[in-house]
């Protein structure tokens, strides 16, 4: 049985500037976009063909409160790995967008680096050229 991993939904403050920070960074785009959680909520899709990050945030006036649940919660993760095939050139990108990488580590098999976005979601850019 083969399996593979399409997306995750993590919550953050505003979906579509997140989306535009990644698109930029990792030439993603957006897949899809509109209401969510039955009217509760509002999701950005952002990645590539097959596999995407679902930027999900809820709606202030939602009849019914998704208290308790991790859709309330910014960063309820630990990390995002992306691979790229260009690190120096992503970490360029990284800093003229205004986030601090940090890190840096050569590794075997490949190199990588670290920053936080605004959603103190921390994302690690890796590349095994």
């Known amino acids: 049985m083969m399996a593979e991993l399409e997306h995750i939904n993590v919550t953050v403050a505003d979906p579509t500037k997140m989306a535009g920070v990644l698109n930029t960074l990792f030439g993603w785009e957006i897949r899809w976009e509109g209401e969510a959680m039955a009217g509760e909520g509002y999701t950005v899709h952002v990645g590539t063909e097959r596999t995407y990050l679902a930027l999900y945030t809820g709606s202030t006036n939602s009849p019914t409160p998704l208290e308790g649940r991790s859709y309330n919660r910014l960063s309820g993760l630990n990390h995002i790995g992306v691979?790229?095939?260009?690190?120096?050139?992503?970490?360029?990108?990284?800093?003229?967008?205004?986030?601090?990488?940090?890190?840096?580590?050569?590794?075997?098999?490949?190199?990588?680096?670290?920053?936080?976005?605004e959603n103190k979601i921390e994302i690690e850019v890796i590349c095994y050229a």
């Open 83 to 117: 691979v790229v095939d260009d690190l120096d050139a992503v970490e360029t990108r990284v800093k003229d967008l205004g986030y601090t990488p940090t890190s840096h580590a050569d590794y075997e098999p490949g190199r990588r680096f670290y920053f936080t976005d």
